[in-house]
């Protein structure tokens, strides 16, 4: 059921964009990671969504009401938030599901590439089980795994003369835009100390190290999607107008300090006037 359902849709998208430009796996990789962004983008919209609804509801009076009246009863918060979700038609689940639908998605394509990239008789007649009948896979096969320094079925290293060990720029590419990604999508929070603001913060750090981890231990054509989708989403958001590059500020105020901060200008400046 996996491969009918996941792996061998995409092994044959993947066959069909490397035929239709040339031979040329790696962008095969990235032509396919925009063509599923854009597929996913129902998804991202309403993660959009279930996130600027989660920012409003933290930000309403009535759930800063409810966390003061219930902030030592913690089972009756929780039923006091579900209700308050149900009243705003908030399902908790939303903002969640694009990411949850990537690790299926990175699991196929992990799986896909290294079935793709097969040199061996056995690996070959195994990998032919996988194509559909109408893509011709006897003038595919074996297919160029290069592209530009890298053997896309191994871990990328970029090799430097006079260095001993092989530099991994994909991982570091992984991390940083995964990291950038994180900052730039998350609404600020009208509540930083809360638990929910601080959790997000934690994700933020250890999502870019576990999909470094992974792009550092497996293919480089994952590595890849991951730099792809990363960057393709980042613009995704800009054009949809909902990237807060306020985020990126090293020690920006949160909305509460800025407040704090606008009354004792004013109070400063009644004083003076005084």
Same mark, same amino acid.
């Given at each position: 059921?996996?491969?009918l359902l996941i792996t061998n849709p995409m092994v044959n998208v993947l066959l069909w964009i490397y035929s239709a430009i040339g031979g040329n796996f790696g962008l095969a990789i990235i032509l396919f990671t925009i063509?599923?962004?854009?597929?996913?983008?129902?998804?991202? !919209?309403?993660?959009?969504?279930?996130? @600027?609804?989660?920012?409003?509801?933290?930000?309403?009076?009535?759930?800063?009401?409810? /966390?003061?009246?219930?902030?030592?009863?913690?089972?009756?918060?929780?039923?006091? @938030?579900?209700?308050?979700?149900?009243?705003?038609?908030?399902?908790? *689940?939303?903002?969640?599901?694009?990411?949850?639908? /990537?690790?299926?998605?990175?699991?196929?394509?992990? /799986?896909?590439?290294?079935?793709? *990239?097969a040199t061996t008789p056995i690996e070959l007649l195994q990998f032919t089980k996988h194509v559909y009948p109408f893509i011709n896979a006897t003038q595919l096969v074996p297919l160029n795994s290069q592209f530009l320094?890298?053997?896309?079925? /191994?871990?990328?290293?970029?090799?430097?003369?006079? *260095?001993?060990?092989?530099?991994?720029?994909?991982?570091?590419?992984? !991390?940083?835009?995964?990291?950038?990604?994180?900052?730039?999508?998350?609404?600020?929070?009208?509540?930083?100390?809360?638990? #929910?603001?601080?959790?997000?913060?934690?994700?933020?750090?250890?999502?870019?190290?576990?999909?470094?981890?992974?792009?550092?231990?497996?293919?480089?054509?994952?590595?890849?999607?991951? !730099?792809?989708?990363? *960057?393709?989403?980042?613009? @995704?958001?800009?054009?949809? #107008?909902? !990237?807060?590059?306020?985020?990126?500020?090293?020690?920006?105020?949160?909305?509460?300090?800025?407040?704090?901060?606008?009354?004792?200008?004013?109070?400063?400046?009644?004083?003076?006037?005084?």
């Amino acid at each position: 059921m996996w491969d009918l359902l996941i792996t061998n849709p995409m092994v044959n998208v993947l066959l069909w964009i490397y035929s239709a430009i040339g031979g040329n796996f790696g962008l095969a990789i990235i032509l396919f990671t925009i063509l599923i962004r854009l597929i996913t983008h129902p998804l991202t !919209v309403q993660q959009l969504k279930g996130s @600027q609804l989660m920012q409003e509801l933290q930000n309403s009076e009535k759930w800063k009401t409810i /966390q003061k009246k219930y902030k030592d009863d913690k089972e009756k918060l929780a039923q006091e @938030q579900m209700a308050l979700y149900k009243e705003m038609g908030f399902n908790p *689940l939303a903002p969640c599901l694009p990411t949850l639908i /990537q690790f299926p998605i990175i699991i196929g394509l992990y /799986q896909a590439i290294i079935r793709a *990239l097969a040199t061996t008789p056995i690996e070959l007649l195994q990998f032919t089980k996988h194509v559909y009948p109408f893509i011709n896979a006897t003038q595919l096969v074996p297919l160029n795994s290069q592209f530009l320094w890298m053997n896309l079925g /191994q871990p990328e290293r970029l090799l430097i003369p006079g *260095l001993a060990i092989g530099i991994p720029t994909l991982t570091i590419l992984v !991390v940083i835009t995964t990291y950038l990604q994180s900052k730039l999508m998350t609404p600020v929070s009208a509540t930083p100390g809360d638990q #929910g603001a601080q959790m997000g913060k934690m994700m933020n750090i250890y999502m870019p190290l576990f999909m470094g981890y992974i792009a550092y231990t497996l293919s480089s054509g994952l590595a890849i999607y991951f !730099v792809a989708s990363n *960057l393709f989403s980042i613009g @995704q958001y800009a054009a949809l #107008g909902k !990237v807060n590059w306020r985020n990126l500020l090293p020690g920006k105020a949160s909305p509460k300090a800025s407040a704090d901060g606008a009354v004792k200008k004013k109070n400063l400046s009644e004083n003076k006037g005084n």
